[in-house]
């Protein structure tokens, strides 16, 4: 059975970090696009980073370049987003997915709330 799921999420105050891990089963992530894209309220959903080839390849978005870091860990077959001086604007539900030709998996989301 395939599975993504998030977890990290919660609220931070303007300049800190948080760590999102999204925990992958049925599937080996080092072979899709894994994705982590974010929607705020009445805001369309946002890429964000992606990481391929299991993380030989990273893009980010202009928001979030030097500020937020996508990596992987085979063994566990966890992705995480390390995020750091978080900014209010950072607000969403942040989403993982892993995309390849053959497939378009998401999880649930984890709410990330930049408040002070």
């Known amino acids: 059975q395939v599975q993504l799921v998030e977890s990290g999420g919660g609220l931070v105050q303007p300049g800190g970090s948080l760590r999102l891990s999204c925990s992958a089963s049925?599937?080996?992530?080092?072979?899709?696009?894994m994705n982590w894209y974010r929607q705020a309220p009445g805001k369309e959903r946002e890429l964000v980073a992606t990481l391929v080839n299991g993380g030989s390849t990273t893009t980010y978005a202009d928001s979030v370049k030097g500020r937020f870091i996508i990596s992987g860990d085979h063994a566990k077959n966890t992705v995480y987003l390390q995020m750091n001086s978080l900014k209010p604007e950072d607000t969403a539900k942040y989403y993982c997915?892993?995309?390849?030709?053959?497939?378009?998996?998401w999880g649930q989301g984890t709410q990330v709330t930049v408040s002070s």
């Open positions: 049925g599937f080996t992530f080092s072979t899709y696009f």
């Open positions: 997915n892993a995309y390849n030709i053959l497939n378009n998996y």
